[in-house]
């Protein structure tokens, strides 16, 4: 069964801490790794990840593939009350000749002032 | 603006009674998905369609029903065989080519009293 597991599910820090969100992932026919930030209402991409290695940089916020070992880090540096709200790892393959999505529980994740 | 409207953005209904979800998309999209999500879990498929009068059923599709007559548009209908339908429901689009990402609509919140 394809599955996706994040943790930890939740996480309170305080403004201006650096914070590590992992996902790991079981799934046939990989195609690629995503994350998204949700706060409220739809999710809004931030990364997409295909190759291992390759960091992702946007800002304060980073990610980086494993396909050897399968799991993926989400990084997020001198945090901000802005950045809480829920992080979701999804993993894109392809199944029974279209795209699908599998989604991990998600990261909620609360920056304290 | 390009973009995935879904509408009305909260319904409240009584238990048996079936209800639709209206999910548009201006983006040219071919691939359509329905997703739900419960508190504290991740996104969960319900339907996809790769192109018109065509649809999958997805991990947790009893109950529910779609139709794809338009491109644009992507109807779900929460029937009362659903047995917990108290829900956000969010509708995607993406392209179907390699390692694309999927867009998200802002979401309609189900209230079934």
């Known amino acids: 069964e394809d599955k996706v597991v994040q943790s930890p599910l939740s996480l309170v820090v305080h403004e201006g801490d650096t914070v590590t969100l992992n996902c790991s992932y079981e799934?046939?026919?990989?195609?690629?790794l995503l994350w998204y930030k949700q706060e409220k209402k739809a999710p809004t991409f931030l990364f997409m990840l295909?190759?291992?290695?390759i960091e992702k940089k946007s800002g304060r916020l980073s990610s980086i593939l494993d396909k050897k070992e399968l799991f993926s880090i989400l990084n997020i540096t001198a945090t901000q009350t802005g950045d809480s709200a829920v992080y979701l790892c999804?993993?894109?393959?392809?199944?029974?000749?279209?795209?699908?999505?599998?989604f991990g529980q998600g990261t909620r994740l609360t920056i304290n002032p | 603006d390009g973009g995935i409207t879904q509408s009305p953005k909260y319904l409240f209904r009584k238990e048996g009674q079936n209800v639709t979800l209206s999910c548009e998309q201006n983006?040219?999209?071919?691939?359509m998905y329905w997703y739900r999500q419960d508190p504290g879990q991740g996104l969960r498929l319900i339907y996809y369609?790769?192109?018109?009068?065509?649809?999958q059923k997805g991990d947790i599709a009893e109950g529910y029903s779609v139709s794809r007559e338009k491109k644009e548009s992507f109807p779900l209908t929460v029937t009362s065989a659903q047995k917990n339908p108290t829900a956000f429901y969010l509708c995607?689009?993406?392209?179907?080519?390699?390692?694309?990402?999927?867009?998200f609509g802002p979401g309609t919140r189900l209230t079934v009293l």
């Open positions: 995607a689009s993406s392209t179907v080519l390699l390692a694309d990402t999927q867009y």
């Open positions: 799934v046939t026919n990989f195609r690629s």
């Open positions: 295909t190759s291992s290695g």
């Open positions: 999804a993993v894109d393959h392809y199944y029974q000749g279209a795209q699908k999505l599998v």
């Open positions: 983006l040219n999209h071919d691939a």
């Open positions: 369609s790769q192109i018109v009068n065509d649809f």
